[in-house]
Every structure is written in C-alpha cells, then in structure tokens.
C-alpha cells in the first residue's frame, strides 16, 4: 500500500506451480547431534534404524543412514567426552583425589615398555581415606568382592570391594579398573586392600565372592582367609 509498511494482496492462485523437494541442507550431522542430544543421553543404545526413521518422521526430508549415524557418534562424543583424552587425564584425575583426600591410597599403572612420552593406560586403584577410618571404626570384617565387565571402546574390567555398616548397608570400600579379569589382576586387587584396610591374618576377616574361583584358589591359600 502506497505510504505505508503494509502489502495488500489482491490476487491469490490457489494452483501451486512449484515442485515440493525433501532436500535440506540444514539438517545435516551437526544439526541433528544437537538436536537429538537428550533423546540419545537418555538412550545411548537406540538402534540406528530406529534414529534414522524418527528423523524422517518428524522433519520430512530426505536425510541419509550415513548422516544420522556420523550424528549419533558426535551426540555421543559429546555426551560421554572422548575416551582417548579422558585416559590421558588419569593423572591429573589422581593427583586431584590426593590434594583433596591426601591419606587416600590411588594408583596408576602403565604397560611395561613404553618410552615415557607415550604411556599407556593398564590399571587404576583407588581408597579413600575417610573410606578407610570409617570402615575401620564401624565395620564388621566382612569384605565383598565382584567384577563386571566395562563397556567402551577400550573393554577392560571393574573389580571392587564393599564392606557393611552396622545398619547392614553396603559400604564401598575400594575399585579398580583393570584390563582383565584374572589371578594377576586380582592378586595385585586384593593386596592393596589388604593394604590399605589393615587386614590381618587372625582368622575372623570373611570374603564374600560370586563365583570368583580366582579368588578363592590364589588369594584364600596365601592370606587363610574364610571365603563364602
């Protein structure tokens, strides 16, 4: 309209003469990685088939299997951080936990053999020392040892001990993760909670294991400790 900021449409063709395109440049990866972030935190594991149709669904265009699939890695890059860096803090990680609880007992093992610039990640233990004074004031010797499997790019496995309070709540006392689970790694395990928990070999210490026959065939002969 003449004089003014307004438009006046007259004429309208309801005939539209433009073809509909299911192409958009917009969504690609790095879009759908931000966009689907808290939908892939809450679900890590969603089959990608599954993310790919959801896509499709609730945008209408034309995205590819590969493009979604770079967008879940991205999502899940950021969501869980890289693995790589994160082993490559371990130290500063350690050395965070000792300036915080200096009487803690936290160590780092590297593979034999390695030039000093290019360490790599074997085994990580770690106490607490206030775990320590408490366990040591207000709990029964009883200990309880397990092992579950780590999932990641790298494997390895979780060994950990937990004791019980006097309300038979469970106690966690000390962890580790270590490449395997076998007679080495927890032979090195278990001494270092010995260690660090102030075991003796009197006889009234109990360990409590699930079918953890390493356990019970190295550690139970060298320390004569009663095992369930």
């Keep these: 309209m003449q004089n003014s900021d307004t438009y006046q449409i007259k004429v309208y063709h309801a ?5 509909q395109t299911f192409q958009q440049k917009q ?15 809450m679900n890590p594991t969603w089959p ?58 936290v160590l780092v093992m590297t593979e034999d053999g390695e030039a000093e610039e290019r360490k790599r990640f074997k085994r990580f233990y770690t ?20 092992g579950c499997h780590l999932k990641g790019p790298f494997g390895g496995q979780l060994l950990t001990a937990v004791g019980s309070d006097a309300n038979d709540g469970m106690y966690p006392l000390a962890w580790a993760v270590v490449e395997a689970e076998n007679s080495e790694s927890w032979n090195w ?15 009234s210490w109990t360990f409590i294991s699930d079918r953890q026959k390493v356990i019970t065939s190295n550690f139970t002969l060298n320390l004569h400790l009663n095992n369930l």
């Design 48 to 105: 990608l088939s599954a993310f790919h149709k959801k896509v499709v669904n609730d945008w209408n265009c034309h995205v590819s299997i590969h493009a979604v699939g770079r967008a879940k890695k991205k999502a899940l890059q950021k969501i869980n951080g890289k693995h790589v860096e994160q082993y490559s803090r371990v130290w500063d990680y350690a050395s965070e936990l000792l300036k915080a609880m200096p009487d803690s007992t």
């Design 127 to 146: 106490c607490f020392g206030p775990i320590k004074k408490g366990f040591r004031n207000g709990c029964r010797p009883l200990v309880g040892l397990d």
């Design 189 to 203: 395990f278990l001494k270092q909670v010995v260690e660090d928990l102030g075991i003796d070999n009197d006889g």
């Design 15 to 19: 005939n539209h003469t433009c073809t």
């Design 27 to 41: 969504i690609n990866s790095r879009w759908i990685a931000n966009y689907y972030e808290n939908e892939i935190r």
